[in-house]
């Protein structure tokens, strides 16, 4: 089966999101998504306060947001992925 799941690219790609979804299950995963989110809600408060004429600072902030946010996507899209990758596959069966 391993090597039927590194020949197969949707075997690969559920998989992946087996293994995604578990790691968050993890402390660490956990660990990773709460200082996600919580880099993403300091910055916000921090965008509010910053003097609009502050370019350098809101660009800085606006980078912490987008990293933050980066991160959570990343792992969410391996999980759609894999989930698409399930579904594909039932509907080859069909």
């Known amino acids: ?3 039927d799941i ?7 790609s559920i998989d992946f999101g087996f293994e995604v979804e578990a790691f968050l299950a993890t402390d660490i995963g956990k660990y990773l998504v709460t200082r996600a989110e ?3 809600e300091a910055a ?8 609009p004429e502050n370019a350098a600072g809101i660009r800085a902030l606006q ?5 933050a ?3 959570q996507y990343w792992l969410a899209e391996a999980i759609q992925s894999g ?3 399930q579904q594909e596959l039932h509907d080859q069966g069909d």
């Open 38 to 40: 919580g880099e993403i």
């Open 44 to 51: 916000v408060d921090q965008l509010k306060h910053v003097s």
């Open 69 to 71: 946010e980066d991160i």
């Open 6 to 12: 590194n020949s197969n690219p949707l075997l690969k």
């Open 83 to 85: 989930l698409n990758a």
């Open 63 to 67: 980078h912490k947001i987008h990293v």
């Open 1 to 3: 089966m391993n090597q």
